[in-house]
């Protein structure tokens, strides 16, 4: 009776199948062919592994850590001109672990593994090598237990804020060899005033500005024209009918933006002035009133714009909204099955919907009461009446780097998605520079790069391009998945010349 398993049974057939190669056809024209048939073999994976979005770089990394690597786009024939220096600003919602439930994520299986996503989370961030990192949905236990210690590693420091009653927040993360940090202001959209227009309901979304120095060895061969940077991130109220509220929190983004402008200016002694920067997730696409009303200056609501506001004027938020919300304690913060026990995405859906409330947050057309028509035009007046407008980096240039994807769906010239979840699909994050505006002149047509450089001292030289709907597979396709993205968001960059 053999002592051998089946295991070893089917080995032993295997290796009496070998046969021994002749010793006199061992020379070394046989064994170069050999070694071609190999490097053929090689390099047919290789590219197979390209076709899937694979890099090279991850060739043997074990798949469940792969990731689909996108291409970072030159989109003029200017690189950085020589005595400037230039930066590489990433945003990306990382998606919160304490948010993740089956129920929105049917279908991602494995990929929401705390122990698998934040070994690809980081694995993409060293890919992209940012100098700068936006980032929204960070959990505040793996902020302390995983990112700040493993990006601190890589060179980077932080600063991160979020609201006491959430288990997540945002968080800036810089090279301390190109930035000091200096000074920081923050923003609680539930508290800030916004002219006579109060805010309709409780969403704990908050904001983070921050102000750096340039490292002197960063800009020591530089010829720079203003006195650092200043950069914001924020993640807005997420709500299918929360269209005026998001609207009235981009004017703040707008407004805090400037009052802390005004007081770096004060504490400087000087009016060179900041690069400014504000990126984030403002849960808003190109063609609704909280992007339209910072970029498209006058804004004038209507169309799409108009019917969709209105009609979130006449959704009713339940009382108890915000009240529901705790803070999470544990220290794995793995996803957990027992739904109760997790925290409402993104700030609790405690509504009910019913025969008084709208059913559907786009609708064809709306006719608004008096009274929310007169809500709509002091919301336009607030953002007409104040002098700062903010310009998409992804605007300026798109078509440069995916001209079959860009303003596919909007005016804007933006992409169409970096956003890919099971349920929904669109662009909600940007990137966008911050520069005063006249009340009196018209700034509603798109902007360009030479326009920006001449009046912001900021030249866009690069765009991480993003994913196109043909390229995410076959259905269900919902982010994150194993060996494509670890989040439902996919993170957006630009490179900036600072002149």
Not at 76 to 86: A, C, F, L, P
């Amino acid at each position: 009776m053999s002592h051998l398993t089946p295991k070893n049974e089917k080995k032993s057939k295997k290796e009496k199948t070998k046969k021994a190669v002749d010793p006199s056809k061992l020379t070394p024209e046989y064994i170069e062919e050999q070694r071609r048939l190999r490097n053929l073999k090689k390099e047919q994976k290789r590219k197979e592994l390209l076709e899937k979005g694979i890099d090279e770089s991850q060739l043997d990394t074990p798949e469940i850590l792969r990731f689909n690597t996108r291409p970072f786009i030159s989109v003029s024939n200017v690189e950085t001109t020589q005595g400037k220096v230039s930066l590489k600003i990433m945003t990306y919602n990382v998606l919160a672990q304490a948010l993740i439930r089956r129920k929105l994520f049917p279908t991602s299986g494995n990929a929401l593994k705390w122990a698998t996503r934040s070994q690809v989370l980081l694995n993409e961030m060293k890919h992209y090598d940012a100098d700068i990192m936006c980032l929204q949905e960070l959990d505040f236990i793996q902020y302390k237990s995983y990112w700040k210690s493993e990006l601190l590693k890589l060179g980077y420091e932080s600063n991160y804020f979020r609201n006491p009653v959430k288990n997540h927040g945002v968080c800036i993360f810089y090279k301390q060899s190109k930035l000091i940090f200096k000074h920081q202001s923050f923003i609680d959209y539930d508290r800030e005033e916004s002219g006579d227009i109060p805010a309709r309901t409780i969403t704990q979304n908050i904001g983070l500005l921050a102000c750096f120095d340039f490292h002197p060895k960063f800009i020591e061969d530089a010829q720079i024209s203003r006195n650092g940077l200043i950069i914001g991130t924020t993640h807005l109220f997420w709500h299918p009918f929360g269209t005026y509220e998001r609207t009235r929190q981009t004017y703040l983004i707008l407004k805090k933006t400037k009052d802390f402008l005004n007081t770096m200016n004060s504490l400087s002694g000087n009016d060179l002035g900041w690069y400014t920067i504000f990126a984030g997730d403002f849960n808003s696409q190109p063609f609704d009133s909280p992007y339209l009303s910072i970029v498209s200056k006058p804004v004038d609501y209507t169309d799409r714009a108009k019917n969709v506001i209105g009609c979130s004027l006449s959704y009713q938020y339940s009382r108890n909204r915000g009240m529901n919300s705790k803070p999470d304690n544990s220290e794995t913060n793995e996803e957990n099955e027992d739904e109760e026990e997790q925290e409402e995405e993104e700030g609790g859906n405690v509504e009910k919907f019913g025969s008084n409330q709208p059913q559907h947050p786009v609708p064809e057309t709306f006719d608004p009461t008096p009274e929310q028509s007169e809500l709509i035009a002091k919301m336009q007046d607030l953002h007409n009446n104040l002098p700062v407008r903010a310009v998409s980096l992804y605007s300026l240039a798109y078509d440069k780097v995916d001209g079959e994807n860009a303003g596919k769906d909007n005016a804007r010239n933006e992409p169409m998605y970096s956003n890919w979840a099971h349920a929904w699909r669109g662009l909600l994050d940007y990137i966008m520079v911050i520069t005063n505006w006249d009340a009196s002149s018209n700034a509603t047509k798109l902007d360009t790069i030479e326009e920006v450089a001449n009046r912001d001292d900021i030249r866009l030289l690069k765009l991480l391009r993003l994913p196109r709907g043909e390229e995410m597979g076959e259905e269900p396709s919902g982010q994150p998945r194993i060996g494509q993205y670890p989040s439902d968001h996919f993170c957006l960059m630009a490179e900036i010349e600072l002149l």
